[in-house]
């Protein structure tokens, strides 16, 4: 009995932080198109695929959070949450991170019509960016707001960017590097608010394990955004290539 008891006791507040921040195992950094991208191995045609496809992402965040936001009936939790909507969208004094995604492109060489007509979109990455939309306009807005911690390990993927891509692919223009150089504080901030919502809300074993699983899910939606952008762009096998006939 005391072991059942001490299996499904709740995790302290340092346990439970602790185990969210350990799925950073699963984050895209370590997905095999970013070794490849952080190594300087992909072609021109390669980054700018990524750029177009991410893009799609970028623009669902704000979309995303305005979902949560709509569900959240706490007026504390809603002013600090627009921020992140103001962060992506922009405002007076700040051009906004869509804008800054938007800068990057042309810095690779893709126009913004381009990025807008969403024409290089891969149905892997719409589906997996619109699974992450539904889920925040579906689900408890702190379940929602759980999913965005994936911000935790963000910063770290924003500053190699900023260290080494210059080196790497001098091509890029300098430009177009804004966008990480904002995030680097905009995700802390929010990774804390976000962080401080999950550890009120989630308070017995079974709810904190929903938490991790939660925040699987937002990973998973990130991985198989990659893994549709290396068939396309890495094996050379974008959908709807037949290689025999039926």
């Known amino acids: 009995m005391s072991e059942n008891v001490s299996e499904n006791r709740p995790w ?5 932080e602790e185990k969210l921040r350990a799925k950073e195992e699963f984050y895209h950094m370590r997905h095999p198109l970013h070794v490849k991208m952080h190594s300087g191995e992909m072609s021109k045609e390669q980054v ?3 750029v177009a496809n991410r893009f799609y992402y970028q623009t669902a965040i704000p979309v995303k959070d305005a979902a949560i936001m709509a569900n959240c009936p ?11 909507i103001l962060d992506h969208d922009g405002y007076e004094g ?5 804008e800054a995604w938007l800068q990057l492109g042309e810095s690779v060489g893709l126009t913004r019509e381009e990025l807008w007509s969403e024409e290089h979109v891969l149905p892997g990455v719409r589906f997996a960016v619109d699974a992450y939309i539904n ?11 759980s999913s965005s911690l994936t ?4 910063p770290k993927i924003h500053k190699h960017r900023l260290d080494n891509w210059p080196t790497l692919y001098p091509w890029i223009d300098e430009k177009g590097y804004s966008y990480f150089r904002k995030r680097l504080t905009e995700a802390r901030r929010d990774v804390q608010h976000g962080l401080d919502i999950t550890l009120d809300y989630y308070k017995t074993r079974e709810e904190q394990e929903r938490a991790l699983d939660v925040l699987q899910f937002k990973l998973d ?13 890495i094996e050379k096998r974008p959908p709807y290539t037949f290689e025999v006939e039926l």
Do not use: N
Not at 94 to 98: A, K, L, Q, T, Y
Not at 135 to 145: I, K, L
Not at 151 to 154: I, L, P, R, T, V
């Open 48 to 50: 700018q695929g990524w």
């Open 12 to 16: 302290s507040r340092e346990e439970f």
């Open 74 to 84: 706490e007026r504390d939790v809603r002013k600090h949450w627009v921020q992140r």
């Open 135 to 145: 889920f925040a306009r579906h689900r408890p807005w702190q379940e929602a707001a």
């Open 94 to 98: 700040d051009v906004g991170g869509i």
């Open 221 to 233: 939606v990130l991985w198989t955004m990659c893994d549709a952008m290396w068939m396309a762009y």
């Open 151 to 154: 911000e935790m390990f963000a």
